[in-house]
């Protein structure tokens, strides 16, 4: 039988392989076919453009979201401090890496709090739904949200991950039924959150009827997780069958109307290889309510603090310009300044 690798080798594998391999999908994320109209009088100040927005009880500067990433490594601490002050200084939401190393390793807490540095952020915690089937309950969704002082629980959701992974956890019968379970007990939001496969109409329907109160569609486009398990694979069964799944998925631009489609009145957050503030705009023009990027600020935050509030600085700008050069006012104004192209 293969040995499994504890929980913070996984994480610590994560990071590098991240950060030095290319995990790409080898899908695009749809949004290169959404272009907004050109307005060459758009009838705007650029400097009174408003991207700010309300959100659990917490206004944004702009609808932009550090991805959930990281935790459970030394490495991770110092990357999700630095995320987290960048997201403080420029007002945006964040989202911490699965806690569940923390959750069975106390000691490993401090990795993902983050409020020491960040304490008005918008900050979700993080659990994988499948750990339902593995022990897990309203109980440690609780411990969670408590150690970070989260406004809200992300709920991952990974099957094909786990089924590529070595040693996954791929028991997902009942996990719909304890998803609701979660949705009544628990005192914050619950969002649910593909890793980078996006979410069926179907599927969008099904979450919505559990009570979660947004979408995270996690579209494919961007990192594939099936490429990081190939380069975590212990032997070449594993690696071939990780391999296989490159092409796999629901592109983020698709991803996203099927959700608006499904439960119009659904809150979306939009990520799955989101690279910049165009992207964005172009998301919250789909539908969504933030657009979350990770891949970009984990290499700005691997760098200092500094690199990433640049980065999260830019990437306001661009929505901004997008806005304005498209004469929208406003984040609503959006949805009606777009064409696809085909």
Known sequence: MTKVAPIDQRKADHIKINLEQDVRSALTTGLEKVHFIHEALPELDLDRINTSLSLFGKTLSSPTLVSSMTGGTDEAEVINLRLAEAAQECGIAMGVGSQRAAIEHPEQAKTFQVRRVAPDILLFANLGAVQFNYGYGVDQCRKAVEMIEADALYLHINPLQEAVQDAGDTNWVGITRKIEEVCKKLRVPVIAKEVGWGFSEKTAKVLAECGVQAIDVAGAGGTSWSQVEMYRAPDEFTRRLAATFVGWGIPTAEAVMNVKRAVPEMTVFASGGIKDGLDIA???????????????????????TERAVEMMKLTKRQIEVSMFSSGAGTLKELSSKFIIKN
């Open 282 to 304: 172009k998301c919250i023009a789909l539908g969504a309510t933030l657009g979350g990027m990770a891949g970009e600020f984990l290499k700005a935050a691997a760098v200092s």
